[in-house]
Nanobody
């Protein structure tokens, strides 16, 4: 089992940047592919980005390609999401998630076993 804690959310103006972190504790972090998802008020939770167990093989939702970067440091048990050129439409609660069954990241919510509590990102216009 793994516990996930996100941090780094906050309020930023459109065009600005934020860096989210997700710290993992418990079972070996490198055993999990990791993903970031987000949920805006009144909307379904949606995929943002994922990364395989060893790093690399990253995947992104079309609406963040070229603006967001997912990375991980297995020595620090942490996955990151660097968000640049933020837009008001990026306002949401951002969640990290761990997938134990697959070596590569997935965009499917139901393939993730563990979730953090989320961190709020608010982008003002």
């Amino acid at each position: 089992q793994v516990q996930l804690v996100e941090s780094g959310g906050g309020l930023v103006q459109a065009g600005g940047s934020l860096s989210l972190s997700c710290a993992a504790s418990g079972r070996s972090f490198s055993s999990y592919a990791m993903g970031w998802f987000r949920q805006a008020p009144g909307k379904e939770r949606e995929f943002v980005a994922s990364i395989r167990r060893s790093g690399g093989n990253t995947r992104y939702a079309d609406f963040v390609k070229g603006r967001f970067t997912i990375s991980r440091d297995n020595a620090k048990n942490t996955v990151y999401l660097q968000m640049n050129s933020l837009k008001p439409a990026d306002t949401a609660v951002y969640y990290c998630a761990a997938n134990s069954a697959m070596s590569y990241g997935s965009s499917r919510i139901d393939e993730y076993d563990y979730w953090g509590q989320g961190t709020q990102v608010t982008v003002s216009s």
